[in-house]
């Protein structure tokens, strides 16, 4: 079995910061790509960013040049560095991969449970 865990929601004011993470655990071969998506309420999930392996980056228009998208390999982990946060930021923050499990063929795709992000004065 594989684990998404996010980490680092919480409630922050506008035009703070964030830091969000999400590590993979369980019987892992490789991940491929891995992203955040977002859920306000009301709303359809959203692409917010995501990584490839190799590091290259993708970002919803919405976040370009306030949020930043990393990944550490070694640890299976990806972040998501939030500054100049807005209060249409806030949602429901999920994190997803692409993971090959040991012993098996072909990529699954899984979703972490979601962490909260509040921002408001």
């Known amino acids: 079995q594989v684990q998404l865990v996010e980490s680092g929601g919480g409630l922050v004011q506008p035009g703070g910061s964030l830091r969000l993470s999400c590590a993979a655990s369980g019987s892992i071969f490789s991940i491929n790509a891995m992203g955040w998506y977002r859920q306000a309420p009301g709303k359809q999930r959203e692409l917010v960013a995501t990584i490839t392996s190799g590091g290259s980056t993708t970002y919803a228009d919405s976040v370009k040049g306030r949020f930043t998208i990393s990944r550490d390999n070694a640890k299976n982990t990806v972040y998501l560095q939030m500054n100049s946060l807005k209060p249409e930021d806030t949602a429901v923050y999920y994190c997803?991969?692409?993971?090959?499990?040991?012993?098996?063929?072909?990529?699954?795709?899984?979703w972490g449970q979601g962490t909260q992000v509040t921002v408001s004065s």
């Open positions: 997803n991969a692409d993971i090959r499990n040991l012993g098996k063929r072909g990529w699954m795709n899984y």
